[in-house]
C-alpha cells in the first residue's frame, strides 16, 4: 500500500454525543461502529453512510471502552461507574452486569469466543468475567500490574495488557506464563498488529512503540504527535503497512511502520483525538474526539 | 507429695474461675428470655446478654422499654385534646403554632414577638399597650375590689392621664413641652429636629437648606453651651417631624443607633459637602458601612437583625481604612478648589476648630512664608576636599619643635589637643581657616602665635607623625604585596624552579596558578602506569598535536587533584570540539585502563589494536557519527526489559478459552504468599508443562537455583509421575468439552 492510499478524505461526520466521545471502534467485519462517551451512552453507527442506529443508555458514569462480539449480537461496554455491561445489541437492554473492580473500568474486550469478557481497571487489575454462567464474579483477576492499565488486547490464547506503570504483560493462558516487557514510559494504549506478532504501544512520552512479541524487542519507535496527559489510542492500518495514532492538538500521524517517518499528518478534529480504528479491510478509519463527534475517512 | 499438699493453708476466698461467672451469665439470660416471651409485649423489655436494659442511644431515646419502644402507652400517641367517641365527635380544632409548641418555646417566642420599640413610638400606643397589660397584670395579682368575676375588659386601664386630655383640650399636641422657657424649648425642639433630619438626609439635601445650615449650626452651638448648665428641662415627648425618606436605609432604621459620636461626623461630613453644594461619592457608603468597622469584608452585607461581630470583618484586608482615605481625598480637591483661591496649604481646615460665634475668614493676612531648598549645582562632589596638600613626607625630616608642657587649664590644653589633630589630617589650610575665623577669640590666640603656640607646635608634630606612621605602614603593606611574586617567594625558600608543563598554556585567560597542581605532581613523582600506558599505547598516532592532549588527558586523570581549565584541548577548538574530545579521551582511556586491568597476558599493544579493531575509532571524524547511535541503539535495547513469571490461569478461563490447562492435574493454586518450598515444587513442573527449554530465567524463579541434594532428588523423584499427568493431559480434551 502507498502513501497515497491513506484515508485522508473525510467521509462521515457523526454527531450524536454529547460531550467528548471516548472511544469508537469499527465492529468485525466493518460495516458498523461503535463509540462511547461522556454522555453516558453508547452509540451504534453505520460510519458509510452516517447514520445514527441505536443508542444505548444504562451506565451512570462516562463509559470509556466498548467492543462488540464476532457476531455482531452482543456487546461489552465499561466506564466511570465501575461496572462492566454487556448488552444485547437488537434489543438494547443489559443482559448482565459484572461488578468487582475497585475503580474505574479503562478497557473491555471479548475474547475469540465471546465466551470471556476481559476489562483492564484503573484498580491495577485485569479482571475475567464469564459471560456463559450467571456468575458475576470474576472468573480471574490478575493482579500483576503495579498501576492503571489502561489497555487491554487478546488473542486466542494470551491476554495482553498494557498499564502506567509502563510493562506490557502478556499472560499466556495455554503455558501459563507472564511475560513483563518494560518499557519504562506509561503505556497508554496497545493494539496487535494484524498478523499477531507484534504490539503497538502507544506511551504516555508522545511515543508510540512497536515490540516484537516474541523476543520482546523494541523494533521502532513513532515520534511527532503529541501524548501526554490523554487516554489515546494508537493502531496499525489493516495492511500493516502503517501506524497511526491522533494527537492531543487534534491532528492524526501516519507513520511509515519500517522507517518511522511520518508520513502524513492532518487536523482532523478541533480537540484531542481520544480513539482511531481502522476498517478491518478497506481504507477506512474513524476518529473520535473530546469534540465530541467522530469522523469517518476514506481515500 | 501427698504430705505437702496437706500443708497447704488457704486464706480469703478464692478467686472464682472465669467459667463460672460466665455459665452463670448465660444462666441468667435462658432465664429472663424464658420470662421475656411469657410477658406482653408492651411489658417485655429488651436486655443485653449481661442481663442489662438495653441502651439505644442518644437519637433514639435511651433505654428501650416496652410498648415496642413506642410512646409509652398501650395506643401509643395521642395528641392530648383527642376524644373521640359516637356521640361525642372529635370536633375540628382551628389550630395555630402555639398548640405545636412546648413551654419553653412559648416563652421563648414571647420575648420576640413583633412590637414597635419606644425608641420609634411616636405616638406612645405600644406603650399604651404595655401599660394596659401591666395593669391586667396587677390586677390579677391583688385581690379585685370588686368581688366577684368583673370582666376586665370592662374596665380599662386610661393610659390617657386627665391632664393629658387636658392639655390636648388646650391646645397642646403630643411633642411640645410643657415648660415655657422658650429658649431650652428652642433648643430642644431644634435638637429633635436637627437629629431626625440628620438622620433622614444623606447627600442629597436640598439647596435651599443648604444656604440656611452653616448660621443655624453656628446659633445651635451657641445656645446649647449654656443649656448645658442649666437644669435640664422637663423631658417632653419627641417631636415627629415630617421628612421625606431620602436614603437608602430600611423604613426606621438609624445606622447611629449604637455610635452616637459618629452621628457628628457624619453631620460635619454632610454640612461640608453642602457648603459647597457638592455630592461626595463616597458618603452613601460611608452611612452604611463606614461608621461600623473599618475593615468589614467588601461584598458581605449585614443583615438589619445582625450584629457586626468580629468574623464579620475582613481577615484578608489591609491594615489600611480605605473609607477614610477616599473620603478625603474626595474632600480635600474641593475645597482647595473653590474656597480656597491661593494654593497655600490649609494648617487645619475644619470648622470644628473655630470658637463659636466666629466664623472663619474668608481671607487672612496671615501668609506662610515658604523658602525653596537651595538648588544644589549639578558638579556638586558631597565630599569635601582641601585644595591644600596634606604636608606630610616632606616635613618629616625636619627636627621636631622642643617638648613644652601643656598648660594647666585642661580645656585649653584639650582644645589645643583636638585642633592639632584637625589639622594634622586635614592640612594646613584648616589652621589657616580656623586662624582667620577666630582672630577676635582669645581662646584660639595659640594659633596665632600667643600663649602655648610652643605646645600646639609640638602637639601638630606628633598628630603628624602619628599619622605619617599608619599612613606608611597601609602603603607598605600594598607595595610589598604585588612585589612579591611566586618566584621570589620560592627564591627566598630556595625552591627548585618548576619544569615547564607539557602543555603550554593556550587560553590566555586561564591563569598560571591553576596549572600549578599537575606541574608540581609532574615534578615529584612519575607514575609507572601512566608512563607505560603512553609507551605501548599511542592510539592518536595519527595526530600528534591529539595525542599530546591525550597524553596530558591520561596524566591528569591518573594523578587527581585540581584540573586545569583548558586540560587537553586546543585553543582552536570549539567549545563543543573540545568537549568531544574530552569524551574520546575518556573511552580510550578506559578501554586502555581495562586492557591493563586484563593482565599483561598479551601484550598491550596488541590489546588495544585488537580493541581499536572493534569498532570504536578515535579519530576525530569518526567519533561524531558512531558515538551517538552507539548509545541510542544501547539505550534502545535496554529499554523494553523482558521478565517472565509464572502465571496460572484459573481453570475457567482456560476452559473459555478453548484451552488445556496447564495447571490441569496440579494442586490447588496456591495463596499469593507462596512458600519457598512450594516454590520450589512448582517451578521445575511449569517448565515440564511448556515444553520448552528454558530461555529465560525469571527473577522469580531464581530462587530454585540453590537447591540441597535432597530437595532435588526429590523433584526427580516428583517429575516422573509429572509426565505422565501431561500425558494424561493431553489425550483428555475430549473429556473438556463435555
Given at each position: 500500500?502507498?502513501a ?16 467528548a466521545v ?10 458498523y ?30 463509559v ?7 457476531d ?13 455491561f ?15 473492580h475497585d ?6 474486550k471479548f ?5 470471556v ?8 487489575s ?10 458475576t464474579e470474576p472468573i480471574?483477576?490478575i ?13 486466542k ?18 503455558i501459563g506464563?507472564?511475560?513483563?516487557d518494560?518499557?519504562?514510559q506509561?503505556?497508554?494504549c496497545?493494539s ?6 507484534c504490539?503497538?504501544a502507544?506511551?504516555?512520552?508522545s ?5 516484537d ?5 523494541l ?5 511527532g504527535?503529541t ?6 489510542d ?7 503497512a502503517?501506524?497511526?495514532g491522533?494527537?492531543?492538538?487534534g491532528?492524526i500521524?501516519?507513520w ?6 511520518v508520513?502524513?499528518?492532518?487536523r482532523?478534529?478541533?480537540?484531542v483525538v481520544?480513539s482511531v480504528?481502522?476498517?478491518p479491510k ?7 474526539s473530546?469534540?465530541?463527534?467522530i ?5 | 507429695m ?12 478464692p478467686v ?5 461467672i460466665?455459665s452463670?451469665k448465660k444462666?441468667?439470660i ?12 408492651w411489658?417485655?423489655?429488651?436486655r443485653?446478654?449481661e442481663?442489662?436494659r ?12 416496652g ?9 401509643g400517641w395521642?395528641p ?11 370536633e375540628v380544632k382551628?389550630?395555630?403554632i ?21 425608641q420609634?413610638?411616636t405616638?406612645?400606643?405600644?406603650a ?6 401591666q ?6 395579682s391583688?385581690p379585685?375590689?370588686i368581688?366577684g368575676p ?6 380599662l386601664p386610661?393610659?390617657?392621664?386627665v ?22 424649648s428652642l433648643?430642644e425642639a ?6 431626625a ?10 439647596p435651599e437648606?443648604?444656604t440656611s445650615?452653616?448660621t ?11 443649656s ?7 423631658k417632653s415627648?419627641?417631636v415627629?417631624?415630617l421628612?421625606p425618606k431620602q436614603?437608602?436605609?430600611g423604613?426606621?432604621?438609624?445606622p ?9 461626623k ?12 457638592q ?10 458601612f463606614?461608621f461600623?468597622?473599618?475593615n468589614?469584608?467588601?461584598g458581605?452585607g ?14 484578608y ?7 477614610e ?10 475645597k ?10 490649609r494648617?487645619t481646615?475644619?470648622?470644628h ?5 466666629f466664623?472663619?475668614a ?5 501668609q ?7 538648588v ?6 558631597p565630599r569635601?576636599?582641601f585644595?591644600?596638600?596634606l ?13 613644652v608642657?601643656?598648660p594647666?587649664?585642661?580645656?585649653l590644653?584639650?582644645?589645643?589637643e ?6 594634622a589630617?586635614c ?5 589657616d581657616?580656623s ?12 594659633l ?9 607646635v609640638?602637639?601638630l608634630?606628633?598628630?603628624?607623625q602619628k599619622?605619617?606612621?599608619t599612613k606608611l605602614?597601609l ?16 627564591r ?10 607539557m602543555v603550554?598554556p ?14 608540581l605532581?609532574d ?7 601512566f608512563?607505560?600506558l ?6 592518536f ?5 591529539k595525542?599530546e592532549r591525550?597524553e ?6 591518573y594523578r587527581?587533584g585540581l584540573?586545569?581549565t583548558d586540560?587537553?584541548?586546543?585553543s582552536y ?5 573540545r568537549a568531544r ?6 573511552a580510550?582511556a578506559e578501554?586502555?585502563?581495562k586492557?591493563r586491568?586484563a ?5 598491550f599493544?596488541?590489546?588495544?589494536t585488537e ?8 579519530t ?7 558515538k ?13 526489559k523482558?521478565?517472565?513469571f ?14 488445556i ?6 494442586p490447588p493454586p ?5 512458600s519457598k ?12 508443562a511448556s515444553?520448552t ?27 516422573e ?15 473438556l468439552?463435555?
Open positions: 500500500m502507498s497515497s492510499d491513506l484515508p485522508r478524505k473525510e467521509a462521515n461526520v457523526l454527531k450524536g454525543h454529547e460531550g471516548l472511544a469508537a471502534r469499527f465492529n468485525g467485519d466493518g460495516n461502529c461503535l463509540s462511547c462517551g461522556k454522555d453516558r451512552t453508547i452509540r451504534l453507527w453505520n460510519p458509510h453512510r452516517g447514520i445514527q442506529i441505536k443508542t444505548y443508555k444504562s451506565h451512570g458514569r462516562e470509556r471502552d466498548v467492543h462488540c462480539t464476532s455482531n449480537s452482543k456487546l461489552v461496554s465499561c466506564g466511570g461507574d465501575r461496572q462492566i454487556y448488552w444485547d445489541v437488537s434489543t438494547g437492554r443489559v443482559i448482565r452486569k459484572f461488578r468487582g475503580s474505574e473500568v479503562n478497557a473491555v475474547n475469540e469466543y465471546s465466551s469478557v476481559v476489562s483492564a481497571g484503573y484498580d491495577q485485569l479482571r475475567a468475567w464469564d459471560c456463559r454462567s450467571h456468575s480471574q483477576i493482579d500483576a500490574f503495579s498501576d492503571s492499565v489502561m489497555s487491554v488486547c487478546l488473542t490464547t494470551e491476554i495482553i495488557g498494557g498499564s502506567v506503570d509502563g510493562t506490557v504483560r502478556t499472560f499466556d493462558i495455554r506464563r507472564e511475560i513483563s518494560d518499557l519504562g506509561p503505556v497508554n496497545i496487535l498488529s494484524n498478523d499477531g506478532n504490539i503497538l502507544g506511551c504516555l512520552d511515543t508510540i512503540r512497536l515490540l512479541r516474541s523476543t520482546g524487542e523494533l521502532q519507535e513513532y515520534k504527535h501524548c501526554k496527559s490523554f487516554k489515546m494508537c493502531c496499525l492500518t489493516n495492511t500493516d502503517h501506524v497511526t491522533g494527537s492531543e492538538d491532528f500521524y501516519f511509515d511502520l519500517v522507517d518511522a517517518s508520513i502524513s499528518s492532518f482532523v478534529h478541533t480537540s481520544t480504528s481502522y476498517h478497506d481504507n477506512c478509519m474513524i476518529t473520535a473530546v469534540d465530541g463527534t469522523r469517518v475517512w476514506k481515500t | 501427698d504430705s505437702d499438699e496437706e500443708d497447704f493453708v488457704f486464706y480469703g476466698t472464682e474461675r472465669e467459667e463460672g460466665a452463670r444462666k441468667a435462658a432465664e429472663s428470655s424464658g420470662n421475656l416471651r411469657s410477658l406482653p409485649s411489658k417485655q423489655e429488651v443485653d446478654e442481663g442489662r438495653r441502651f439505644h442511644g442518644a437519637f433514639t431515646g435511651g433505654f428501650s422499654a410498648y415496642y419502644n413506642t410512646a409509652g402507652s398501650k395506643e395521642t392530648q385534646s383527642f376524644t373521640s367517641s359516637r356521640k361525642n365527635r372529635a382551628q389550630q395555630n402555639l398548640n405545636f409548641l412546648d413551654e419553653d418555646e412559648k416563652a421563648e417566642l414571647e420575648g420576640r414577638s413583633l412590637a414597635a420599640s419606644s420609634f413610638d405616638f406612645g400606643f405600644t399604651a399597650e404595655l401599660a394596659r397589660k395593669a391586667e397584670k396587677e390586677q390579677q391583688r379585685s375590689a368581688p368583673v370582666p376586665d375588659e370592662i374596665v386610661a393610659t390617657d392621664s391632664g393629658m386630655n387636658l392639655l390636648k383640650k388646650m391646645g397642646w399636641r403630643y411633642g411640645h413641652s410643657l415648660k415655657d422657657s422658650h429658649s431650652s433648643y431644634r435638637r429633635e429636629a436637627r437629629k433630619f440628620l438622620a433622614f438626609t444623606s447627600d442629597e439635601a436640598k437648606l443648604s445650615e452653616p443655624e449650626d453656628g446659633l445651635e452651638n451657641l445656645l446649647e453651651q449654656p448645658e448648665s442649666e437644669t435640664k428641662p422637663s415627648t419627641p415627629y417631624v421628612d436614603d437608602l436605609h423604613l426606621g432604621y438609624d447611629y443607633k449604637d455610635a452616637p459620636e459618629f452621628r457628628e457624619k453631620r460635619q461630613h454632610t454640612s461640608g459637602g453642602r457648603e459647597h453644594g455630592r461626595r461619592p463616597f458618603s452613601s457608603r460611608d452611612n452604611l463606614g461600623k468597622s473599618k468589614m469584608a467588601p458581605f449585614i443583615g438589619a437583625l445582625e450584629e457586626l461581630d468580629a468574623e464579620d470583618e475582613d481577615v484586608g489591609s491594615g489600611y481604612d480605605f473609607e482615605t477616599l473620603i478625603e481625598e474626595a474632600e480635600e480637591p474641593s482647595v478648589g473653590i474656597e480656597v483661591q491661593d494654593s497655600r496649604p494648617l481646615g475644619k470648622e476648630g473655630i470658637l463659636p460665634g466664623r472663619l474668608s481671607n487672612s493676612d496671615y506662610l512664608e515658604r523658602f525653596d531648598p537651595p544644589i549645582p549639578k558638579d556638586f562632589e569635601h576636599k585644595p591644600g596638600p604636608e606630610s613626607n616632606s616635613r618629616l625630616s625636619d627636627p621636631p619643635p622642643l617638648e608642657p601643656p594647666e587649664d585642661s580645656n590644653k584639650v582644645l589645643i583636638g585642633v592639632a589633630t584637625l589639622v589630617r592640612g594646613k589650610l584648616f589652621e581657616l586662624r582667620e575665623k577666630n582672630q577676635s577669640n582669645q581662646l584660639y590666640s595659640f596665632i602665635g600667643g600663649n602655648f603656640h610652643d605646645y600646639y609640638r602637639k608634630w606628633e598628630e603628624r599619622s605619617n606612621q605602614s602603603e607598605g603593606k600594598e607595595s610589598s604585596v604585588p612585589r612579591m611574586t611566586a618566584e621570589s617567594r620560592g627566598i625558600l630556595g625552591e627548585r624552579p618548576l619544569e615547564r608543563s603550554t593556550t587560553s590566555t585567560d586561564a591563569p598560571a596558578d591553576v596549572k600549578f597542581p599537575t606541574n605532581v615534578t615529584f613523582t612519575k607514575s609507572e602506569v608512563s607505560e603512553l609507551e605501548v599505547s599511542k592510539p598516532k595519527d595526530n600528534p598535536a595525542q591525550f596530558q588527558f591520561l596524566k591528569e586523570k587527581g584540573r586545569s586540560s587537553g584541548g586546543a577548538m570549539s567549545e563543543s570540539a574530545e574530552r569524551l574520546d579521551f575518556e580510550a578501554a586502555i585502563e586492557a586491568l593482565k599483561e597476558s598479551t601484550p599493544s596488541q590489546r588495544f580493541f581499536s579493531a572493534g569498532g570504536m575509532q578515535f576525530s571524524a569518526g567519533v561524531e557519527e558512531v551517538p547511535i552507539q548509545t541510542e541503539e544501547l539505550t534502545k535495547k535496554i529499554v523494553p523482558r521478565e517472565e509464572q502465571w496460572r490461569p484459573s481453570p475457567i478461563l482456560c476452559k473459555r478459552f478453548d484451552l490447562d496447564p495447571y490441569m492435574g496440579k496456591a495463596p499469593r504468599i507462596r518450598l512450594d516454590s520450589l515444587f512448582f517451578v521445575p513442573d511449569s517448565f515440564k515444553g527449554e528454558e530461555k529465560v530465567t525469571s527473577r522469580r524463579d531464581a530462587s530454585t537455583v540453590p537447591q540441597s541434594d535432597n530437595q532435588e532428588s526429590k523433584n526427580v523423584v516428583e517429575e509421575p509429572e509426565v505422565h499427568v501431561e500425558i494424561e493431559n493431553v489425550e483428555r480434551p475430549v473429556d468439552y463435555k
